[in-house]
């Protein structure tokens, strides 16, 4: 009753092969960790209220351009 | 709940999955590492609703990938200069033939909608669950489902155009050079 058209084994190679260079392209960056603007913003923020303060500046800026 | 060094940590321990995932997204370096910092601000200004030991990376991806929705929407025609941006944020040039092949991967990725892109990624490269990533996109697992398997196939048809028969890692680059684009 079911029809289940079948994967065959080169579909599956596909998509090995799909998920690999997914992962190459994602994997390539994750390798080169924390740049040091984010290092060094994270730790400057002392809490909520700074993070507002400049994501409020920056909004500020965005709306000129 | 209170930003604690603890909770510092944590986040900067998901920059560099979140920098992949901008990336990924967007194509373009720069944009995607301004669309990290506003997420980490963003995250730390709202941190006091954040649930403590709920999932952490969720929560920062959900963030970006709202700010990433809306800053789309906004800049949408300038989306198309991706090509060849993506390379120049890679530390590590790959050798010619492997480049030409993450080049044209990267281009099928691009002509995926965004639905189905975002999705497949979460899930297929950022590791997350059906669950997870149906929570971060904020629709139902069976719709991240379906839009994880039309990608899939999108994909496919798009680098093995040739299909079955003429399957091979020589075809699979010179289907994509002769290409349909």
Same mark, same amino acid.
């Given at each position: 009753? @079911?029809?289940?058209?079948?994967?065959?084994?080169?579909?599956?190679?596909?998509?090995?092969?799909?998920?690999?260079?997914?992962?190459?392209?994602?994997?390539?960056?994750?390798?080169?960790?924390?740049?040091?603007?984010?290092?060094?913003?994270? @730790?400057?923020?002392?809490?909520?209220?700074?993070?507002?303060?400049?994501?409020?500046?920056?909004?500020?800026?965005?709306?000129?351009? | 709940?209170?930003?604690?060094?603890?909770?510092? *940590?944590?986040?900067? /321990?998901?920059?560099?999955?979140?920098? /992949?995932?901008?990336?990924?997204?967007?194509?373009?370096?720069?944009?995607? *590492? *301004?669309?990290?910092?506003?997420?980490?601000?963003?995250?730390?200004?709202?941190?006091?609703?954040?649930?403590?030991?709920?999932?952490?990376?969720?929560?920062?991806?959900?963030?970006?990938?709202?700010?990433?929705?809306?800053?789309?929407?906004?800049?949408? !025609?300038?989306?198309?200069?991706? $090509?060849?941006?993506?390379?120049?944020?890679?530390?590590?040039?790959?050798? #010619?033939?492997?480049?030409? $092949?993450? $080049?044209?991967?990267?281009? &099928?990725? *691009?002509?995926?909608?965004?639905? #189905?892109?975002?999705?497949?990624?979460?899930?297929? /490269?950022?590791?997350?669950?059906?669950?997870? /990533? &149906?929570?971060?996109?904020?629709? &139902?697992?069976?719709? =991240?489902?379906?839009?994880?398997? !039309?990608?899939?196939?999108?994909?496919?048809?798009?680098?093995?155009?040739?299909? &079955?028969?003429?399957?091979?890692?020589?075809?699979?680059?010179?289907?994509? =050079?002769?290409?349909?684009?």
């Amino acid at each position: 009753m @079911k029809e289940v058209k079948k994967q065959g084994g080169l579909n599956a190679e596909i998509q090995s092969r799909i998920g690999h260079q997914l992962r190459a392209m994602y994997d390539d960056v994750v390798r080169q960790g924390v740049p040091d603007r984010f290092a060094e913003l994270i @730790k400057k923020l002392d809490g909520p209220e700074a993070a507002a303060q400049v994501v409020g500046d920056t909004d500020k800026n965005n709306g000129g351009d | 709940m209170p930003l604690t060094n603890q909770l510092r *940590d944590d986040i900067l /321990a998901s920059v560099p999955s979140l920098r /992949a995932f901008a990336i990924s997204l967007s194509g373009n370096g720069d944009r995607a *590492d *301004d669309l990290v910092q506003e997420t980490l601000l963003r995250a730390i200004a709202n941190i006091d609703s954040f649930q403590p030991g709920s999932n952490l990376p969720a929560w920062l991806f959900t963030i970006l990938r709202n700010l990433f929705r809306s800053d789309y929407r906004k800049r949408r !025609r300038e989306v198309e200069d991706a $090509e060849g941006n993506y390379a120049k944020t890679l530390k590590t040039q790959p050798a #010619q033939n492997a480049h030409l $092949e993450f $080049e044209e991967f990267r281009l &099928a990725l *691009d002509k995926l909608p965004q639905d #189905q892109r975002e999705a497949l990624i979460l899930v297929g /490269a950022s590791g997350f669950s059906y669950e997870d /990533a &149906a929570a971060i996109c904020g629709c &139902a697992v069976g719709t =991240i489902k379906s839009r994880v398997n !039309r990608a899939r196939s999108k994909l496919s048809a798009l680098l093995y155009v040739d299909g &079955a028969d003429d399957f091979g890692p020589d075809n699979t680059v010179r289907a994509v =050079i002769g290409g349909n684009s």
